[in-house]
């Protein structure tokens, strides 16, 4: 249950960074300050399912549990925040959210996968960054630098998704299919580096 309250807490954390996103004019800044979504996220330890997916190959197998938990909270937040927030004057900014979203459900299935993939990878660089690097400035370059990345390259992330497909309110069969499709690309891209870090130190000790 705790897990759970976290995780819709993040869910509105990363809505928050997604409606400044979305109001934004320069992309850059938008970028930038989405990046306060994550932020808050590890600041105030809550729990993304992008961030739990990084570890997945070092828990046991029970920890899928956790995560799916963690998704289902993530979607309660996402999904709450943008349907509350359409009710408010920020519904002027209905229209961009849906061109934001048409853009994203015009992707093919492959495209989409590949662009959830690269995003898992940025999130997971943000996230381990931000847990190992000792270095106060280091640790929030970290958390703010992929996040920037991911947002100006258009990759995709299931969660901010969830929030922009629930504010221009497009759910139906299509959306949901594409979330999964994104959910699982962020998984696969999630367990690239630690994958590799495991792979590769094994190496060493033989």
Request: proline residues 1%.
């Amino acid at each position: 249950m705790k897990t759970f309250i976290r995780a819709v807490m993040a869910g509105i954390a990363i809505s928050v960074g997604g409606m400044i996103y979305l109001r934004a004019e320069n992309h850059v800044v938008g970028a930038f300050l989405f990046s306060l979504g994550l932020f808050t996220i590890y600041t105030f330890g809550l729990d993304l399912y992008t961030g739990k997916v990084c570890m997945i190959l070092n828990k046991p197998i029970k920890f899928l549990g956790t995560v799916l938990i963690v998704y289902l909270g993530n979607a309660v937040g996402t999904v709450g925040t943008g349907y509350i927030l359409r009710a408010t004057k920020q519904s002027q900014y209905l229209e961009h959210a849906s061109e934001v979203v048409a853009g994203k459900l015009a992707d093919s299935l492959f495209s989409t996968f590949i662009m959830a993939i690269m995003c898992g990878l940025l999130m997971c660089i943000a996230v381990l960054g931000f847990l190992n690097i000792k270095d106060g400035v280091g640790k929030y370059l970290a958390l703010i630098l992929p996040i920037m990345v991911f947002i100006l390259s258009g990759y995709e992330h299931s969660i901010a998704d969830m929030f922009y497909f629930s504010f221009a309110n497009v759910w139906g069969g299509k959306a949901l299919l594409y979330i999964n499709v994104i959910a699982l690309g962020n998984l696969v891209g999630g367990c690239i580096l630690p994958l590799v870090t495991k792979v590769t130190s094994g190496e060493e000790h033989h």
